[in-house]
């Protein structure tokens, strides 16, 4: 089946995706974009966090043909050219990333949190992160990332007032 989206701000077409084939599958094999971890393809890890039209969705359980016009960002899209994004670079700071194969999920997921929470509670981020499984940090330094992410963001929004 034919497949046409946008992801990442470009229009993109795959020919060739079979009716079952996830999301997650159709950009990692067929776009090229191996940002999106593939770590328990049914929903219970977080690791393939993508936005589908502005809402953060596991790409493992989304069709690749439910993608058909819609707007997808994946982690690749949160950058500015080589420029990390904050939350990006927040993670690399607090040393919140061991293996990093949660990393990617993590970091969608808290690029959403900030969204609608620019001054998140620590309840409030343990709850918007906990479809998000990492087995190597014991989280707090996770949410170190997400507060230094936080007051870098807002800084940022300040200054360019
Ligand atoms: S790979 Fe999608 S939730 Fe785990
Ligand atoms: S850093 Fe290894 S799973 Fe999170």
């Given at each position: 089946m034919k497949i046409a989206c946008t992801v990442n701000g470009r229009a993109r077409t795959v020919d060739g995706a079979w009716e079952g084939e996830s999301l997650l599958s159709v950009l990692r094999d067929r776009m090229q974009?191996?940002?999106?971890?593939?770590?328990?393809?049914?929903?219970?890890?977080?690791?393939?966090?993508?936005?589908?039209?502005?809402?953060?969705?596991?790409?493992?359980?989304?069709?690749?043909?439910?993608?058909?016009?819609?707007?997808?960002?994946?982690?690749?899209?949160?950058?500015?050219?080589?420029?990390?994004?904050?939350?990006?670079?927040?993670?690399?700071?607090?040393?919140?990333?061991?293996?990093?194969?949660?990393?990617?999920g993590l970091v969608v997921a808290t690029?959403?949190?900030?969204?609608?929470?620019?001054?998140?509670?620590?309840?409030?981020?343990?709850?918007?992160?906990?479809?998000?499984?990492c087995r190597c940090t014991g989280y707090a330094k996770i949410i170190d990332a997400v507060q230094l992410a936080a007051r870098r963001i807002a800084v940022d929004e300040h200054s360019a007032r």
């Amino acid at each position: 089946m034919k497949i046409a989206c946008t992801v990442n701000g470009r229009a993109r077409t795959v020919d060739g995706a079979w009716e079952g084939e996830s999301l997650l599958s159709v950009l990692r094999d067929r776009m090229q974009l191996p940002g999106s971890k593939n770590a328990c393809e049914q929903g219970e890890c977080g690791s393939c966090s993508v936005y589908m039209d502005g809402v953060l969705v596991c790409a493992c359980l989304v069709l690749g043909g439910q993608a058909n016009d819609r707007t997808i960002v994946t982690i690749e899209g949160l950058a500015t050219g080589t420029a990390l994004h904050a939350v990006q670079q927040a993670f690399v700071e607090a040393g919140a990333v061991q293996c990093g194969f949660c990393t990617p999920g993590l970091v969608v997921a808290t690029h959403d949190l900030l969204a609608r929470f620019p001054e998140p509670s620590v309840m409030q981020i343990r709850e918007a992160l906990a479809g998000n499984i990492c087995r190597c940090t014991g989280y707090a330094k996770i949410i170190d990332a997400v507060q230094l992410a936080a007051r870098r963001i807002a800084v940022d929004e300040h200054s360019a007032r």
